[in-house]
């Protein structure tokens, strides 16, 4: 990274830190900050990994203001944000819009809405990530509802039921209420009969194409305009399952010269030959359409607002229709943009990534290189941070970059302070291989620190006897020094590292550097990354730690403790 963009980095992080500062009068957090950064700075996002090492200094000075320099330097800086958040309502301590029109009704009630044909990849944390925080905010609740009424096209995957409700609580939300539609059928056919009831239905056996050809040109089904008993007649048939996929359905009678022909008398009920995967809903033939099955349980679960993608308007409208005849009140709508995810090679697509674990590409929806709620999970990334991040992009209808930086920051936040150190050496080329030299003199045991920050939790006993191993880049041209962390300065001679006795103040000065090491019998640890598996050695006692334990590897990063009972250990790369 050139210095021109470092110094853009810097203002921007400033920038950014002080409206964090003065919006809640309290210190900057790098967690809060990082989503808009790199969200609004799309060139920074390729240097993410040195981010955070600029803008931390940054913060430091931030938080080092009283609130009235705060609050001058920000006018100073970026008058019109200052000025924004003036304009905002006192208390607000997130970045989501108030929701519209909430005095209306006496209690807020939203939902998620997932199809369960597979676990969720990052971007499906959006909604409950949203969600949930607009519930929690107004004291309301959500439901969750698995819109499963097409058990061929988008096959229910009986395993993604519980991996999806497992998720939300993973992100720290729980529905106060969980339905199946495919347990609801009974219900959307007897909305069915009363909209032909209404007049507001027919049965239609036009091919697909026809009707298209129809619809385009504005004129009506000639099944339209059928009389009633013949309408609920073919209805019932359909219901029993006497029609085979493609030869009838339901349609809602709407405007037939509507301007956009995608409302002009939609599909409310067709015909599947394939048997839905549940047992419970196996013998049903005649499904709704999303569009009917959904609008009719937003109303029967009282549910007063949506969020959906802004490629879905239209459903609003097509539902409006079915409202219409039932004389009901449509929810409040809101649209957001897709999310668009950084730092992954895999699409962000179930169907995709469904195939590459098929194909023997990806080992399962946990690997690390999958951008999916159980990878992230697995790398010892927390739900919180996934959410902090999410709920930061706001609600905005155009699509929006969520840099994983971001996430990475709020996790760092999180864990930062209760991750004891670590060291692991890595045989890999990319840091020079592993080296192998035996020490000569020093004490025989290395006291580093649990955590650098908290002297109370004491050291971490690692025995120097014999061999150490180190990264080859890190190896010191013979007669050169070098810091080995926790035990001291040693010199690189005949092959071996010979302890000098020099004191920390080499490494003050800046003549020599601090490394990390570890005894060349420890044992052997797998690291998984998004990059692949790296092996190398971890110092002693990462095999007494526990599983699921973070930890941060010195120099390296934060992982999350997998197996340590296997040959190799593994553990889960989480972010630097």
């Avoid at 949930?132 to 229910?156: I, L």
Wanted: charged fraction near 30%; aromatic fraction near 8%.
């Amino acid at each position: 990274m050139d210095d021109d963009l470092k110094d853009r980095v810097r203002e921007a992080a400033e920038a950014d830190a002080l409206l964090n500062a003065v919006k809640h009068d309290s210190e900057a957090q790098v967690g809060a900050i990082m989503g808009p950064l790199m969200g609004q700075n799309p060139e920074f996002r390729e240097h993410g990994d040195q981010i955070p090492g600029i803008v931390a200094p940054v913060i430091e000075r931030v938080n080092g203001m009283s609130a009235e320099e705060r609050r001058d330097r920000l006018a100073e800086l970026a008058p019109e944000r200052l000025e924004e958040l003036e304009s905002e309502d006192e208390g607000e301590d997130h970045p989501l819009p108030d929701l519209p029109d909430v005095e209306a009704y006496d209690e807020i009630k939203m939902r998620v809405a997932p199809n369960p044909n597979g676990p969720w990849h990052v971007g499906h944390a959006r909604m409950p990530a949203v969600i949930g925080t607009y519930a929690e905010c107004y004291d309301g609740s959500f439901v969750c509802r698995f819109d499963d009424t097409d058990p061929e096209t988008k096959r229910p995957d009986l395993d993604a039921y519980d991996q999806i409700l497992d998720a939300i609580d993973y992100l720290g939300f729980e529905p106060s209420e969980v339905i199946k539609a495919s347990d609801r059928v009974e219900t959307y056919y007897e909305h069915a009969r009363e909209l032909i009831e209404l007049g507001g239905a027919y049965t239609c056996s036009c091919s697909g194409e026809t009707f298209s050809d129809l619809k385009n040109s504005a004129e009506p089904c000639p099944h339209r305009d059928k009389d009633q008993e013949t309408i609920r007649e073919e209805f019932e048939a359909m219901v029993d399952g006497e029609y085979s996929s493609g030869e009838m359905v339901l349609r809602v009678k709407t405007d037939i010269e509507h301007k956009n022909p995608a409302l002009r008398d939609w599909v409310a009920f067709r015909m599947i030959d394939t048997p839905h995967p549940r047992e419970e809903a196996s013998d049903y033939r005649c499904w709704p359409m999303l569009d009917f099955q959904s609008g009719v349980d937003d109303h029967l679960t009282g549910v007063t607002h949506i969020i959906r993608g802004i490629d879905l308007q239209d459903s609003a409208k097509r539902q409006g229709f079915v409202y219409d005849y039932f004389d009901w009140e449509y929810p409040e709508v809101m649209h957001w943009g897709h999310v668009q995810i950084d730092a992954y090679d895999v699409p962000m697509s179930t169907s995709s990534i469904i195939e590459l674990i098929e194909a023997g590409d990806l080992t399962g929806w946990d690997d690390p290189r999958a951008p999916t709620i159980a990878s992230l999970r697995r790398r010892g990334i927390r739900g919180e941070a996934i959410v902090d991040a999410m709920v930061e992009l706001g609600t905005s209808t155009s699509n929006v970059d969520l840099a994983m930086s971001s996430i990475y920051a709020n996790n760092r936040e999180l864990v930062d302070d209760g991750a004891p150190r670590a060291f692991f050496v890595r045989d890999d080329p990319d840091s020079g291989g592993l080296v192998e030299r035996q020490v000569v003199g020093g004490p025989d045991v290395a006291e580093p620190p649990v955590h650098p920050d908290h002297e109370n939790r004491g050291t971490r006993e690692i025995p120097v006897s014999g061999a150490v191993v180190l990264e080859g880049d890190d190896l010191p041209a013979h007669d050169e020094r070098v810091w080995l962390k926790g035990f001291g300065c040693v010199r690189h001679t005949r092959d071996a590292l010979e302890f000098t006795g020099d004191d920390i103040d080499v490494v003050r000065d800046g003549d020599v550097d601090v490394v990390h090491w570890a005894p060349a019998d420890g044992p052997r640890l797998r690291l998984r990354t998004m990059e692949g598996d790296v092996d190398g050695v971890a110092e002693p006692g990462i095999v007494d730690a526990d599983v699921d334990d973070v930890v941060q590897f010195v120099r390296i990063g934060f992982a999350r403790l997998d197996d340590l009972e296997s040959d190799p250990a593994v553990a889960y790369y989480a972010h630097p």
